[in-house]
């Protein structure tokens, strides 16, 4: 208390105290740090998992086009295997490809 006189060992307490304190705010910053770095890395983790769906969707409907060869009344199948598609820019239509087997 302000008003009372310092007793011999009141100070060595203090400083005790203060040192406990700031290593429990130490050790609050490294954990905080921690789990920052975790949360940065699982969101990561979910933008990584958005662009693959995104990629296995605008593959799979590039496939449903193929497959279908754009005919109006067949059904959209869906490939039992996986897909592998290379698109470039002298890729020929679909509608020309000879003899894809419906």
Same mark, same amino acid.
């Given at each position: 208390?302000?008003?009372?006189?310092?007793?011999?060992? /009141? %100070?060595? #307490?203090?400083?005790?105290? !203060?040192?406990?304190?700031? $290593?429990?705010? *130490?050790? @609050?910053?490294?954990?905080? &740090?921690?789990?920052?770095?975790?949360?940065? /890395? %699982?969101? #990561?983790?979910?933008?990584? !998992?958005?662009?693959?769906? $995104?990629?296995? *969707?605008? @593959?799979?409907?590039?496939? &449903?086009?193929?497959?279908?060869?754009?005919?109006?009344?067949?059904?959209?199948?869906?490939?039992?295997?996986?897909?592998?598609?290379?698109?470039?820019?002298?890729?020929?239509?679909?509608?020309?490809?000879?003899?894809?087997?419906?």
């Amino acid at each position: 208390m302000p008003g009372e006189p310092d007793l011999p060992g /009141a %100070a060595g #307490e203090q400083h005790e105290l !203060l040192a406990r304190l700031r $290593a429990v705010v *130490e050790a @609050r910053d490294a954990e905080n &740090a921690m789990l920052r770095a975790e949360l940065a /890395a %699982a969101l #990561e983790r979910q933008r990584r !998992l958005e662009l693959r769906v $995104a990629e296995l *969707e605008r @593959r799979l409907f590039i496939y &449903a086009i193929i497959r279908v060869g754009r005919k109006p009344g067949k059904a959209i199948r869906v490939a039992k295997h996986p897909i592998r598609i290379a698109i470039t820019p002298k890729a020929r239509s679909p509608t020309s490809s000879a003899s894809a087997p419906t």
